[in-house]
C-alpha cells in the first residue's frame, strides 16, 4: 500500500494520504467535491496500475451516521457485515436478496448501506457471494465486517482535530495495490475502491486486472504475511476472490508453504528455470479447464479441480495468474525491489514495463544512493 499512498500523494491534491489494512483502505483529506476526487483517484488508479475499478466515498460524518443506524447492535461483530454502495440499488433489489437468505440471516438497507448479518457459519454457508449481490444490486459496493469497519473509523474519530480534519489512520506499510476499498475522510470524503475482476476472471483468465489479482495478492502476502488465517482470507476476499473455503487447522501453515514455493519462482533470473519452476507448479494445482456456476456467479472458467481447500485453490490461482502475467506482460516483470535492503516482491503491473521499486520511497532511496556515487 505505500505505493498507492505515495502514487495518490504526488499525482493528487490529496492530503495527509494514508492507508488501513492491506485492502485498499484510505483516509485523506481533499478540498474538493467527493465526486471529482472520487473519478481522480480511480484515473490514477488505472493509469498507474493497469486496473479499472469504482471508487466508493463516505465522509467521516457518514460512518458516524451509519454506525449509529446499525440495526444489528446484537449481532457478532465478525458476523455483521455493512457493504458501502456507490448509490442507490435496483428496483426489488432486497426483494431478490430476501429469497437467498440461509436461516439465521438477515439484511437491512440503511440509506446507500447494505447491512447484512449472516447466520453462524459466516460467509461460508451463506448464498449471497458477491457475484449475486452485485447481480442483484445493480451499484458497486464494498463490505466490511463490524471488527474491521470500527477499527478503521475509532482510527478516523479518535485523531480529529476541532476543526474536523482528521489526521493519519495507522499505517500498515504492505507495498502491493489492493483491489478491494480506498478511503478519504472528511473534511473531504472516504472513498472505496471496489474489489475484483470481470466476470469473466474470477480465476485470473483474461486481461487487465484479470492476470493481475493474482500475482498481486501473491505480492501482497509475500510482503506482509498475515498473523493467521483470518487475514488470509480478508486479504484475499479484499484483493479479487469471490469464494470462501471451510477452514483446515493447517490453513496459514499450507498457505505459508505456497508462498514460499512462489517465491521461489519470484528469485528465479532465468526465464527457462522461471518457467521450469511455473510448471512444477501449475501440474501440482492445475487440471483441464471447466466451466462452473458455482454460487449462481454466472457461468465462468476454472483451472482448477473443486477441491474446497483454501491452499490448494490459492495454489492454482497465484501460479495460473503468475503465468498470465509473465506471458502477456513479460517474463521480467516479477522480482524484488531494486533498492537494497528492501527485499519486497515487485509484480510490474505498470504500462510501461519499467518499475524496478517497490514504492516512491525506495525508488527516492536508490536515486539518493546514486547520485552520491557520482559526487563522491
Known sequence: MARLREVLAAATDLEDVSTYIASGNILCRTPREPAAACATIRAVVAEE???DTPVIHRTHAELAESEAAQPFPEGELQLVHAMFLEGAPAAGALEALHERLVPGERLALVGHDLWIDYAPGGVHTTKLTKAVLDRALGVPGTAR?????????????????PAGVAAR?????DDALAGGMA????????????????????EGVGGGHGTSYAVLLAASLANDWPADRAGIEERSLALG??????PAPDDHAQVRAVIDDWLAIVDE???????????????TA???????????????????????????VLRAIINLGTALHLVTRGMNRLGRCDAPPCTNVVADVTRNG???????????RAAVRRHRARVS
Open 49 to 51: 496500475f493497469g486496473v
Open 145 to 161: 465486517n463490524l471488527r474491521t469497519r470500527g477499527r478503521r473509523h475509532r482510527g478516523m474519530r479518535g485523531e480529529v482535530d
Open 169 to 173: 489512520a495507522p499505517d500498515v506499510d
Open 183 to 202: 478511503r478519504l475522510h472528511e473534511p473531504g470524503v472516504l472513498v472505496g475502491v471496489g474489489g475484483g475482476g470481470e466476470p469473466g476472471d474470477r
Open 241 to 246: 476472490m469471490t469464494q470462501t473455503f471451510p
Open 269 to 283: 533470473p532465468d526465464p527457462d528455470a522461471r518457467a521450469a519452476l511455473l510448471n512444477d507448479q501449475l501440474a
Open 286 to 312: 492445475g487440471a483441464y479447464p471447466r466451466l462452473t456456476n458455482h454460487d449462481d456467479e454466472g457461468w465462468h472458467l476454472h483451472y482448477r479441480d473443486d477441491v474446497r481447500s483454501l491452499p490448494f
Open 354 to 364: 519499467r518499475q524496478r521499486f517497490c514504492s516512491v520511497r525506495c525508488a527516492n
